[in-house]
């Protein structure tokens, strides 16, 4: 008998539990939680990661004979200790099984889907120490220390030739000297970027000031602490993110840096790479493989401190975390809405908990949920009231479309003149609909069938340029049929339309626009959107138009208009977060404007100009619309003043999926009434068919669940998951759990 025991996780495994194994005295020394290994599992090797290492034997039947492990990993591939907390934290919270929640912190686990390499450069380095001569240094040579000064580390050769004349004469010069030396970057696929211009660090407005006053000391005393920093659009954010991140650096510690899509990533990444160079990661799920692979190597080592990344980087395994920052925490695609579904951004609140870090939620238009929080003074925080340099907010315009007339054309003739005015002016405008393709359905005019996914309940948009009619949630497509496949009559017609569509009637209107189109049709992969960016950035193009991809973050100082070709798009959604979810949008994307020297516009189209989010927006009133969300929230006993949780039952057969969901709603009433005796109120909905009741060829069904205490919320949810899994009801049925679910979908 072995006299060690641990107890792995085996990574990728949807097994329920974790596997205990016997340590062989030659690795025990090594082992702790966290540690990276290779077990036998059946009859194949799989990796796993350890929990925990014990010298007492597992309780276990007797048959049961424990394997032993077969290699350790170095040490230093093992993941830090508090990650492997988190995933425990996330798998139980979610109902999610341990070995693929670490899938995601272990990510060659899994194959990703490639994205092309790009090559990386010469680079200039500083001496480090710098020898005395470099005191001596003249000319330009002092220019060129200046930028690698100014960098705090390695800067692209490209840069330096740009910014300083004849400099390779200095740089050979310096070179000799043993002031610098040059590199060869690896093959990177971080952006070489060469700064625009700008460069110096910005003095801090009283605002930015009064931020790192109160967020600053958190750093310094590694204190978990949830802090909003509410600033208007415009307000300088960014700068204050940098300076926190600075902040912990100097103290030798990291940081994580979430943004909510991968396209924001490479737009904060110039900025960050600035500041960080070589201790910056960029970090999402879109890498190479073999890029991915590195990185993680990369920040399990150390070497990577400063990590900006897209939702799935929370569980990025950077070391020594000082700082988490969430910008634009408000976004709802933080969650995940498949496989595990969670929420990155509550996700990030936990690993501050468990780090003892601070946390700082960004946003223009904070959640419900952290403005509640903040108000009840659960979080601190810190206001950022005006925009830099007290530019104005843009000056907003309503559109009643019921009165273009027509069959509701795509721009109104208020928008028309606004577009003519900015590009005639040699300005830019950006154009927003939340809607992709061409035509949004095509609907028969003799029998009111409309065309409709074979798979999902879900209508068929149009895409024009491959003349395809497309599912936009399972990918299905077929062509556009001459007659109607029910009553054969030749009457379909389109209706409603998508940024396609939008795009070539701008054409159509505008020969002096040139437009650029970021929707997920246009632009697979960082490659492109970073491409269409600097066609914005560079005044190539004039016209940035797009669905939510273009709505968030970017800072365009040209961009003085700003078109919202249907502000409608949002609220046909069933969800009690409608309403929020399509403000926060419109907020943003009329952030968009007036970011430079000239002010803003924003012309807004709309079918119910008087509809309250509408309103709200036209005052630039976010607080006043959350008081009275918040007040209607707390009438009807939604989130955040209580708990949901979804549990969502799906089958192949539409009679298995409602009758396993009317089963599941009675076991889930009885044993509410069990509990109410005991003092524990929770509440059962349902069932009820979910809003898009087939999907991918199952049918889906809903029960919620609400209740006032999380943790009343998580034995009551265990409890329920136990009962289904030994009750033959839900045999032909799977039923899955989406807590905290940000959607009905
Ligand atoms: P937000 O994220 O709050 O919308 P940004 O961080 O994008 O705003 O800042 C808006 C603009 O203001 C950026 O171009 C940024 O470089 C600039 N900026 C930020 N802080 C300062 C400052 N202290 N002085 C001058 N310009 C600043
Ligand atoms: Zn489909």
Request: charge should be positive; proline fraction near 6%; hydrophobic fraction near 40%.
């Amino acid at each position: 008998m072995a006299d060690m025991f641990a107890e792995v996780a085996i990574v990728g495994a949807a097994l329920d539990k974790s596997l205990h194994y016997e340590v062989p005295a030659s690795i025990g020394s090594v082992l702790r939680p966290g540690s990276m290994v290779s077990v036998g599992l059946g009859k194949r090797t799989a990796t796993g990661v350890v929990l925990s290492v014990s010298e007492v034997p597992p309780v276990l039947p007797q048959e049961v004979k424990l394997r032993p492990i077969l290699e350790a990993k170095p040490p230093e591939q093992s993941l830090p200790e508090e990650l492997v907390a988190l995933c425990r934290w996330i798998s139980r919270y979610y109902f999610y099984p341990l070995g693929e929640v670490l899938s995601f912190a272990v990510p060659f686990a899994k194959p990703e889907k490639s994205a092309p390499a790009r090559t990386g450069g010469k680079m200039v380095c500083p001496a480090c120490p710098m020898p005395a001569a470099a005191d001596k240094v003249g000319g330009r040579g002092r220019e060129i220390l200046a930028l690698l000064d100014e960098a705090g580390a390695a800067v692209p050769l490209e840069k330096i030739r740009k910014s300083v004349p004849n400099s390779a004469y200095w740089l050979n010069k310096l070179a000799r000297q043993g002031i610098i030396h040059i590199e060869i970057a690896e093959e990177s696929d971080e952006l070489s970027f060469c700064p625009t211009g700008g460069g110096g660090v910005l003095e801090l407005t009283a605002d930015q000031k009064r931020a790192l006053d109160v967020m600053a000391p958190l750093i310094d005393a590694a204190a978990f602490k949830p802090l909003l920093l509410y600033g208007v659009t415009g307000s300088g954010k960014t700068e204050v993110y940098m300076r926190l991140i600075e902040r912990a650096a100097a103290q030798g510690r990291g940081a994580l840096v979430l943004v909510p899509e991968i396209a924001l990533t490479t737009s904060m990444e110039v900025l960050f790479r600035e500041r960080f160079g070589p201790l910056l990661a960029v970090w999402h799920s879109a890498l190479a493989p073999a890029m991915r692979r590195r990185r993680w190597a990369d920040m399990l080592a150390g070497r990577k401190t400063v990590v900006l990344g897209a939702r799935s980087a929370v569980l990025a395994p950077v070391k020594n975390i000082g700082l988490i920052i969430v910008d634009e925490e408000h976004d709802p695609s933080y969650k995940q809405e498949d496989r595990l579904r969670y929420s990155a951004r509550d996700v990030a609140l936990m690993r501050g908990k468990i780090l003892g870090v601070p946390v700082v939620l960004g946003s223009a238009t904070p959640s419900l949920q952290t403005l509640h929080r903040w108000k009840s003074d659960q979080y601190g925080g810190v206001v950022l009231a005006s925009r830099i340099f007290g530019r104005p907010l843009p000056e907003i315009e309503i559109v009643d479309m019921k009165r273009e007339g027509g069959r509701g054309p795509v721009f109104s003739f208020r928008l028309r003149e606004a577009l003519a005015q900015v590009l005639d002016a040699g300005a830019q405008a950006m154009l927003f609909l939340n809607r992709r393709g061409y035509a949004k359905f095509y609907i028969c005019q003799t029998c009111g069938h409309v065309l409709q996914c074979a798979s999902c309940s879900l209508t068929l948009t149009y895409h024009k340029k491959e003349n395809r009619l497309r599912c936009h949630y399972c990918g299905w497509e077929r062509e556009l049929p001459e007659r109607c496949p029910v009553c054969g009559h030749a009457a379909l017609f389109s209706h409603g339309f998508g940024t396609e569509r939008v795009e070539k009637e701008l054409m159509r209107l505008f020969p002096q626009a040139r437009p650029v189109r970021v929707d997920r049709d246009t632009m697979n992969g960082g490659a492109k959107i970073v491409e269409a960016l600097s066609a914005v950035r560079s005044g190539r193009c004039n016209v940035l138009l797009g669905t939510q991809m273009i709505a968030k973050g970017h800072d365009f100082p040209n961009i003085t208009l700003v078109g919202v070709i249907n502000a409608d798009a949002g609220l046909q959604v069933c969800d009690f977060r409608a309403g929020e979810n399509l403000v926060q949008l419109l907020f943003q994307v009329a952030g968009r404007a007036g970011r430079g020297e000239e002010p803003g516009r924003v012309v807004l189209q709309t079918y119910n100009p008087f509809h309250y989010t509408i309103e709200s927006l036209l005052k630039m009133d976010y607080d006043g619309f959350c008081d009275r969300e918040l007040q209607s929230r707390k009438l009807l006993q939604y989130p955040p003043f209580t708990r949901l949780l979804k549990f969502l039952v799906t089958a192949v057969k539409e009679d298995a999926a409602r009758a396993a969901a009317r089963e599941l709603a009675g076991l889930c009433r009885q044993k509410a009434a069990l509990l109410k005796d005991a003092g524990v109120h929770i509440a059962v909905l349902g069932p009820s068919p979910a809003a898009y009741v087939k999907l991918k060829n199952r049918y889906r069904w809903q029960v919620f669940i609400k209740s006032w205490r999380s943790s009343e919320m998580q034995d009551f949810t265990e409890s329920v998951l136990d009962a289904v899994k030994c009750d033959p009801a839900f045999r032909e049925a799977q039923v899955t759990v989406d807590r905290d679910p940000s959607n009905e979908f």
